[in-house]
């Protein structure tokens, strides 16, 4: 920028010397980063309304004070790696492509304080590999960083890239780390690194792992509380694997794999915290660790596994020659309602695979395992209702021929109440139970009557809220102070940021704008809740059945007992045992008598419980 319009824009507001320097810089087509609108720039300069035109990634013509330019933005030399892109993409991107590492040193020498984070990475390649390469480039780019002896992560800066004085080989990094790091768990992760090395350069190390080996078993010995026990089979395994790699005897070793998952206490949450990578070394174990109970064993950790285990665990029970166990396991779990999600998924992707036919039987594939997938999705649904996907549920309404195979054993009496089943499930939406409904009517056309009856049903329970008194005043207070306080002062601050000037920039404007929308929303879902809302006196409810208003006690036959006071749609408080009428544990009970018998969930489980009394609520208060 000329010096003129540099000593014009100081007299306007002074600047900091280093900052004046900054506008000798800034010109016409120069580069510049701001960190939340990406690379820029620079059109030119207006000296009649003292303003910089800047174009970013947002195509945009954004008009700035130079006093903020020269505050907020970084600007960018010819040499910057971004600015050659501009000038020449073709170059760079072919660089990047096949010299990475070359490129990234450069970048790291470049660099002001000699270093190079991951959050520059991203920023800088994104614009050069794009969005969707990155991820798969910068995964190869980690692997080819990692045998560099000039490239390595800073100690003292958490996924940040430096350059060594000296060449370093692989084996003496790997050791150099281990040497460095105090904490276990670290030590373990590093360690692991050596199993993946060339045997040669192993052998160059070889006085280095046994002094590896010494630490792993100080570790061991310890018993360090850091360590879950996860960690310390893990620990134990690379301990032996660096031994043999030596020479060393390992039987003398305490504690042994064998040892550690004996004294555990719950093989389960032990593979939930291991690698996928040990899942087969891990089921071996159990063979040698527990060679009389080893299928049980097996069964119970396939029973409620998740993920990648649940396939591995059933492949290994297949290598073994336990078809006949794992067919046997479910039909008993299918019978005993026991099926989880996981094991379901299976099953439902490999019913036709020759390869599995003597485990994934004709009489497995029916009504009942349809009954047990929806109760299956309903309760995954109720447990983590911040998942954002049911792998389950996806397979159910991709898989086309999924309902007719499974209605192939029912009669239209199974098919009502499967039907009856999805019509209250919680995960599906409307539109793919439309879908799934149309289904079901494809091979049972009655089933059309039901669930257009049940459809009106449903939509007619929906024009009203069953509500206590004190919850409604409670919405209505909270409508009133929304519409008489929070929304006037969200409109007065509307219009004292847009005072500010220009809104494309006024971060206020946007923020206040962000609150009016979420307010409004607020507003009108209040004025639908309160039209739909009819008071009920809780002193109107009667004891012999389950019903808004009462009190329901129940045994299981662990002869545990439970009690749940069934309230109104705004009253729910379950941290004292309260449940609105509208939650699906309340609907599971509505309408039950003393004796009945029903299934309900308690603390992520499926289980059966008797109703062995029913009161009054206002008589319990």
């Known amino acids: 920028m000329d010096k003129t319009v540099i000593d014009q824009i100081a007299r306007r507001q002074p600047l900091l010397d280093r900052e004046l320097k900054k506008l000798e810089n800034i010109n016409e087509g120069t580069y510049c980063v701001h960190q939340s609108w990406g690379l820029g720039q620079i059109l030119g300069y207006e000296p009649a309304t003292n303003v910089l035109k800047i174009v970013f990634e947002d195509q945009v013509e954004h008009r700035m004070n130079p006093v903020f330019c020269v505050k907020k933005l970084e600007i960018l030399s010819d040499n910057n790696i971004l600015v ?20 990234i040193r450069s970048l790291i020498e470049d660099s002001p304080h000699g270093e190079l984070a991951l959050s520059e990475i991203e920023f800088i390649f994104k614009r050069i590999i794009g969005e969707s390469g990155f991820r798969r480039w910068w995964s190869n780019v980690k692997k080819l960083l990692t045998k560099d002896p ?17 060449p370093v080989s692989v084996e003496d990094d790997i050791v150099d780390q281990i040497q460095m790091h105090k904490d276990p768990i670290k030590k373990i992760e590093i360690a692991t690194k050596i199993l993946n090395l060339p045997p040669e350069n192993q052998e160059t190390i070889a006085i280095e792992i046994k002094q590896v080996v010494d630490d792993l078993n100080a570790i061991l010995e310890t018993n360090d ?20 790699i030596i020479g060393d005897e390992i039987e003398y070793f305490e504690p042994t794999p064998e040892s550690i998952i004996r004294d555990c206490n719950n093989l389960g949450k032990l593979v939930e915290e291991l ?7 891990f089921l071996l174990l159990v063979t040698c660790a527990f060679p009389d109970e080893w299928e049980s064993r097996c069964a119970n950790l396939l029973k409620n596994s998740q993920g990648k285990f649940t396939n591995e665990c ?8 336990c078809h006949d166990f794992l067919r046997d396991c479910f039909k008993r779990w299918l019978n005993e309602r026991a099926l989880k999600s996981p094991v379901l998924h299976w099953i439902i992707k490999n019913r036709h695979a020759r390869k599995f036919s003597e485990i994934v039987s004709k009489e497995l594939i029916g009504h009942k395992l349809l009954n047990a997938i929806f109760l299956a999705i309903d309760m995954e649904a109720l447990t983590n209702a911040s998942s954002k996907r049911i792998p389950l549920a996806e397979l159910v309404s991709e898989d086309r021929n999924l309902i007719r195979d499974l209605l192939s054993d029912a009669t239209e009496e199974h098919a009502r109440g499967l039907c009856q089943m999805l019509m209250q499930n919680q995960w599906f939406d409307s539109l793919t139970k439309k879908l799934l409904f149309a289904r079901f009517i494809k091979e049972f056309p009655a089933v059309q009557m039901l669930i257009s009856d049940k459809l009106s049903d449903k939509q007619g329970m929906d024009v009203s809220l069953m509500v206590s008194r004190e919850s409604f005043d409670a919405k209505k207070r909270e409508y009133e102070v929304l519409v008489n306080e929070k929304i006037p002062a969200n409109k007065k601050a509307i219009e004292v940021a847009r005072e500010h000037g220009d809104l494309s920039e006024n971060s206020e404007y946007k923020m206040a704008r962000q609150d009016q929308s979420i307010l409004l929303s607020r507003r009108d879902q209040l004025e639908i809740d309160l039209k739909k809302a009819q008071i009920i006196d809780f002193t109107t409810a009667n004891d012999d059945v389950v019903g808004i208003g009462t009190v329901v006690c129940l045994t299981n036959a662990a002869n545990e007992s439970a009690e749940y006071a069934i309230l109104g749609a705004w009253d729910g ?31 992520g489980q499926t289980s059966s419980w008797k109703i062995e009394a029913i009161r009054r609520y206002v008589d319990c208060l």
């Open 225 to 244: 509380k850091r360590l879950s026990i996860a960690q310390r089979l893990a620990c134990c395994w690379v301990r032996n694997d660096l031994s043999e």
């Open 84 to 103: 050659q892109f501009k000038n020449n993409p073709d170059a760079i991107i072919e660089k990047a492509k096949n010299e990475p590492v070359m490129l």
């Open 573 to 603: 408080d379950p941290d004292n045992n309260a449940l609105s009428y509208k939650t699906p544990l309340a609907q599971a009970l509505l309408a039950k008598q003393v004796g009945d018998d029903v299934e309900i969930t308690i603390g």
């Open 314 to 321: 059933i492949l290994f029970l297949i290598e073994r020659g």
């Open 150 to 166: 000039l490239v390595t992560l800073s100690p003292k800066r958490l996924n940040t890239y430096i350059l060594r004085e000296q």
């Open 275 to 281: 690698p996928s990578i040990y899942y087969g070394r």
